[in-house]
């Protein structure tokens, strides 16, 4: 598969010659680099999906997972990189999620392999990827509603020698790390201003508050990689606002943080690298202002008139008076709202596939098809249960 | 009627050795239940290994107490580590459902013919508490209106709730119970934590496991007997109603529950069969008076499930949010 056709042409200004050393081992704190300003280029040599980077954190080969006949996710290579803030972009359905999950150990695929830090964790557990630092947030928030928002932070912290059955009973085991936790969690607790929470029922708090509560608790763990699901999903605009500052910090503290988000705003305003999913594959990835220009993208999740303000009369005129003009334009059509699948896929273009469920006829006659047949749903066309047979 | 009977054998249920059997399973199942959200319905299983276990090794193995008592609690924690293998990975649910199943397959097993010379079968297994009394420090006499024997086995019995209730909740302030309150409330958002899910699971399992043996032999050694019917389904549901009671993620409350439990049906008992017996009820016999204290105790459940469902020492505020 070649992905060439649709990277950025922007190779020249990220070539191999102007790339330091890869520094592998992750210990540049040492280094006195600051996250926050350092520019060094992200990739080595172009920009393609599935690029290699110059530092990765996350290196994933070949991973798929299916779900009956629909491949959820299907990325044949992927790198994080290291110290920045990846945002995973895509529509409902990419894989995203799904995704989250394989890596952290919560799902396992199909095949693939998938390294962290250099270590191979194929397998590995989600608790054990936890404590090598590699922790995520929910989509849904998870907080533990009957217990209090401390009891919330003090459980995300790890070496706590009281979680031992044999340790438990013994308080002047454990009793000092407990005081070390708690000062930890009342820097967060402060940070996240939920410090006046701290005594409350965690079910009692509001969900941006939660979702705030589960950054924090994940933060307890001291974590490399901090990878948060639809952090900003629920949240006011005004908490959106120090939520943002949050993340961006945490790169300033030295973690790397890859988050999945529909809000192109904050992708814009935070990431320093942009991954795009669509139908279980990356389709693109590359820095937010570029990938945004992406026709792939464009066509795939944004829409092409994802700039034009929907929310304002004015706007509205404006795409509509442009889209009259666009002849590739299908408003006004009957297949209107439906994606063309090769530009989402380019890949599947030109394979013998048959693409039945997405033309017109199919979408409005559903009635011809059986209900069941792998033609009439979500099944990736080409598929079908007679070639598992 | 005479009140003051009613009363006193109220009174006499509180502190009775049964009492304290329920009381400590009813503790195994707040461990379960309560603090880690394992849906135990077959703690008369655990009660029946623990009990067995203790009668089998003296009687076919003529071990002395102590040994005895080390087998039982082994063979609870067998019989937790066997149930908690297949299911902890999965739903609650599910525990749910080979709980019941494994209670029955032992209650099944002892009750077997060709056991009999092993299990003593549906009579079961008498003649095995030799080994305790012989411990017992109190000489003869009267103590509180009670026999030394009585006495002893009183004081054994409270000694253990009291012992274990102590554990229980030291284990439950401190982070290892945090744990299992967090896997209670959400067991993936624990995993996303870095804790070993499975493991605290398990080891809530067995925990709860051996309080249940614990009480089988409390509840066993008064008897003198050991009886495959007496370690039926209903035991472990009135388990649950005493933790009901009492209050799920408490210490306290499944030792009250258990206390109010006996103490209701102490006094619907003596109630009824005293106005039977004085002629104020004629539409009702003894034996329908037996069953009848056993609707009221459901009876009493539903309302207190229905005003005061945290049960008598539960968090309101917890609730607020179910």
């Given at each position: ?9 922007n ?21 006195g ?13 172009e ?9 990765p ?6 991973v ?21 803030i ?18 952290t ?7 693939g392999?998938w ?16 404590r ?22 003090r459980l995300?912290a790890?070496?706590?020698p009281g ?5 438990a ?13 708690t000062?930890q ?34 933060l ?6 901090v990878?948060l699901?639809?952090?900003m ?9 120090s ?17 999945v ?64 003009a ?42 011809d ?6 033609q009439s ?13 | ?7 006193s054998?109220a ?23 309560g ?56 739903r ?6 080979v709980?019941i ?37 109190f ?5 509180m ?45 624990v ?19 051996v309080?249940?043996?614990?009480a089988?032999?409390?509840f ?24 009901l ?8 409350g ?17 109630v ?13 016999t003894?034996?329908q ?12 459940l ?21």
């Open positions: 598969m070649s992905h060439s056709a649709h990277s950025m042409n190779a020249d200004r990220n070539t191999a010659s102007t790339v330091k050393t890869a520094n592998t081992n992750g210990n540049d704190k040492d280094a680099i600051n996250y926050m300003t350092d520019s060094s280029p992200i990739v080595v040599g920009i393609a999906p599935g690029c290699k980077k110059r530092d954190i996350v290196v994933a080969e070949n798929r997972r299916s779900f009956g006949g629909i491949n959820a996710v299907d990325v044949d290579y992927l790198e994080i990189p290291r110290h920045k990846t945002a995973l972009i895509g529509p409902n359905g990419a894989g995203k999620t799904t995704l989250f999950n394989l890596l150990g919560f799902d396992t695929p199909n095949s392999k390294q962290f830090e250099g270590k191979n964790i194929e397998g590995v557990s989600s608790f054990k990827l936890a090598m630092g590699m922790v995520r947030t929910f989509q849904l928030t998870k907080v533990m509603g009957k217990l209090t928002v401390m009891e919330n932070m995300g790890a070496n706590q979680e031992r059955l044999s340790k009973l013994f308080k002047g085991i454990w009793g000092g790390r407990e005081k070390e936790i000062a969690a009342d820097v967060l607790l402060e940070k996240f201003k939920l410090d006046v929470k701290k005594d409350d029922y965690a079910a009692s708090l509001s969900g941006g508050q939660r979702k705030l509560l589960e950054m924090a608790r994940s307890m763990v001291r974590p490399k990689l990878m699901d639809e952090p999903a629920g949240v006011n605009p005004a908490l959106t606002q939520l943002l500052d949050h993340i961006k910090n945490l790169k300033a503290e030295g973690m790397t943080v890859l988050f988000e529909h809000d192109m705003n904050m992708v814009r305003h935070i990431a320093d690298w942009v991954v795009v999913m669509a139908e279980g594959k990356i389709v693109a990835e590359g820095p937010p202002r570029d990938v945004m220009k992406d026709p792939a993208v464009i066509d795939a999740y944004l829409g092409a008139h994802h700039d034009v303000d929907l929310g304002d009369t004015e706007g509205i005129k404006e795409l509509e008076a442009v889209l009259e666009d002849e590739e334009s299908v408003v006004g059509t009957e297949n209107a709202g439906i994606i063309a699948v090769e530009s989402v896929v380019p890949d599947l273009k030109g394979a013998d596939l048959k693409q039945p469920d997405l033309s017109p006829e199919a979408l409005q006659e559903p009635g098809d059986e209900p069941n047949s792998p749903g979500l099944a990736e066309p080409g598929r079908t249960d007679k070639d598992k047979e | 009627m005479d009140y003051g009977f009613v009363f054998s009174a006499g249920e509180l502190f009775s050795p049964t009492t304290a059997a329920y009381a400590l399973a009813a503790l195994g199942l707040a461990v379960h239940f603090y880690s959200g394992l849906l135990n319905f077959g703690q008369a299983g655990f009660m029946a290994v623990g009990a067995y276990g203790f009668a089998i090794s003296t009687l076919s193995f003529g071990v002395p107490f102590f040994v005895a008592l080390l087998i039982s609690i082994l063979c609870s924690s067998l019989f937790a580590l066997l149930l908690g293998i297949p299911t902890l990975r999965l609650a649910d599910y525990l749910a459902i709980t199943a494994a209670a029955e397959i032992v209650r099944y097993i002892v009750t077997t013919n060709q056991l009999t010379k092993v299990t003593g079968s549906a009579n079961g297994l008498a003649a095995f508490e030799g080994g305790f009394y012989a411990m017992n420090p000489p003869e006499g009267s103590y209106g009670m026999n030394n024997r009585d006495f002893f086995i009183r004081v054994i019995g409270w000694g253990l709730v009291v012992v274990c209730c102590v554990i229980v909740w030291l284990l439950m302030r401190s982070p290892w119970g945090r744990v299992l309150k967090g896997i209670r409330e959400d067991e993936n958002a995993r996303s934590l870095g804790k070993n899910v499975y493991a605290y699971k398990m080891q809530a399992l067995i925990i709860g496991g309080l249940g043996a614990l089988g032999m409390v066993t050694l008064p008897r003198g007997a050991v009886q495959p019917a007496n370690y039926g389904t209903e035991l472990t549901f009135f388990l649950w109603t005493c933790l009671l009492g209050g799920m993620a408490t210490v306290l499944p030792v009250i529950g258990a206390m109010i439990f006996w103490v209701v049906l102490s006094l619907t008992q003596s009824l069969y005293g106005l039977i017996e004085s002629g104020a009820v004629t539409w009702l003894t034996v008076a037996g069953q009848l204290r056993y609707i009221l105790v459901g009876v009493a539903m309302l207190l499930m229905i005003f005061r469902p945290q049960g008598v020492f539960g968090n309101k505020k917890e609730l607020a949010f179910a």
